[in-house]
């Protein structure tokens, strides 16, 4: 009889408990992991290279927020790949935190590492993401033949860096190509 009471008592327990369980909605699963990466030291860089191309705009931009603070600037590096002149500047965290938010969305970091390679005369992207011990790099030789999900991820980081307020105080056509 005591062993009945005590099965009982342990289902009656155990039963109260798994109900107080709450299963996290996917919205809310996601939302916790775009928390996570905006509190999260961040690293985004874009390197395009017009190949086949004279005098064009080769370059690199870096953006980069060294603290975990999802309303930390992010510091702005663009180098001329040619001259390898830098430029300085700073990105208000609303875009920083956007581009983040697409990278995630578009599922950066299930990406294959190479995508449209072997082209010549096309123009080669190259990217990396680390986010805080997640780190990444997906070489293109293409721009154009990259699946969709990459291909967000330029435009939203070309319209990002659109935004930076640069150091010497001039526009922000951070590429140099006319109408940009």
Request: charged share 25%; net charge negative; aromatic share 10%.
């Amino acid at each position: 009889m005591k062993a009945l009471a005590g099965s009982v008592l342990f289902i009656s327990v155990f039963s109260v408990s798994c109900g107080s369980v709450r299963w996290k909605s996917r919205e809310a699963i996601e939302q916790a992991l775009r928390d996570k990466n905006l509190s999260q030291p961040s690293e985004i860089a874009l390197q395009r290279v017009y190949s086949g191309c004279f005098n064009c705009p080769d370059h690199r931009i870096d953006l980069i927020r060294e603290k975990g603070d999802q309303f930390a600037d992010a510091k702005v590096t663009y180098t001329d790949l040619h001259s390898k002149e830098e430029r300085q500047g700073k990105l208000a965290p609303y875009y920083y935190n956007v581009l983040l938010d697409v990278i995630e969305s578009q599922k950066y970091f299930e990406m294959r590492d190479e995508y449209a390679m072997n082209w010549f005369d096309a123009t080669h992207v190259n990217t990396s993401v680390k986010i805080g011990e997640r780190n990444k790099s997906i070489r293109t030789s293409n721009e154009g033949e990259v699946p969709l999900q990459l291909k967000i991820i330029y435009l939203a980081f070309d319209g990002v860096t659109a935004h930076v307020i640069w150091d010497d105080g001039k526009a922000s056509n951070a590429t140099g190509v006319p109408g940009y």
